[in-house]
């Protein structure tokens, strides 16, 4: 019985360790079309066809996410406010929004 939950437990880590690992090809496919939008002005087209597309969908299900069309509508979103991953991922960047949130409320 040790083994089996070991075994459990092993391959949990290992299920846990792949998904970052895509989660991580996500945020790269968003920064690369973020990069394309301030380039060219074509990110949002270029992360939703990636995204309605047969590897976009099989990289967002194995990272943990629906790939369903509210998804794609969220990656376009994202794309277009311009801010990339590492900046919007940061604790500064989220005291900045939450600030700002709380002044509009005001």
């Known amino acids: 019985m040790r083994d089996f939950v070991d075994g459990s437990a092993f391959n949990f880590e290992q299920g846990q360790r792949a ?4 989660a991580a090809v996500v945020l790269a496919a968003l ?3 973020i990069a ?3 380039k060219y002005g074509n990110g ?3 992360i939703a066809r ?3 597309s047969r590897d976009g969908r099989e990289v967002l299900s194995c990272a943990g996410i629906d790939p369903n069309e ?3 509508k969220g990656l376009v979103e994202f794309v277009t406010k311009g801010v990339r991953t ?5 604790r500064e960047e989220s005291e900045r929004r939450m600030a700002a949130e709380e002044a509009e409320a005001a």
């Open 19 to 22: 998904r970052k690992l895509f």
């Open 31 to 33: 920064d690369d079309a």
């Open 36 to 38: 394309d939008d301030k």
């Open 44 to 46: 949002a087209e270029q």
């Open 50 to 52: 990636w995204a309605r």
């Open 70 to 72: 509210r998804v794609v």
């Open 86 to 90: 590492s900046v919007a991922l940061s």
